[in-house]
């Protein structure tokens, strides 16, 4: 490590390295960053400081989308919601997608998110 003198104090010369450009965080990053700012302080200061916090948001991100994409075609066949039911009763079919959905983001939370 290299130091820089400033006055009387020795400064650590400390850069970043170039990162190639990045896409935004989704939902699912931003919670599990807000999750590991908040209350796993240790490992979310070692994902910064390596260089590896944004690479391991978007990664949960990613996954958090796709196990969401595989688990609300099960829920909903589970749940009976089907192209009759939202013609037929849409208000109902509305009110079971909103259940599928949420039980799909709270296992995605417990699993990824907050582990």
């Not at 990613?62 to 009976?80: C, D, F, S, V, Y």
Request: proline share 3%; glycine share 6%; with cysteine.
């Amino acid at each position: 490590m290299t130091y820089i003198q400033s006055g009387d104090y020795q400064i650590p010369n400390l850069t970043l390295e170039e990162q190639a450009e990045v896409k935004p965080l989704g939902k699912y990053g931003r919670i599990r960053k807000r999750y590991l700012k908040e209350h796993r302080t240790v490992l979310y200061n070692n994902f910064l400081l390596s260089g590896n916090l944004t690479a391991h948001l978007q990664e949960i991100d990613e996954t958090a989308n796709r196990r969401l994409e595989q688990m609300m075609p099960e829920l909903m066949k589970a749940a009976g919601v089907t192209e009759s039911l939202k013609a037929s009763d849409p208000m109902k079919w509305v009110g079971l997608m909103n259940n599928c959905k949420a039980q799909a983001e709270e296992m995605i939370l417990t699993e990824l998110i907050y582990n």
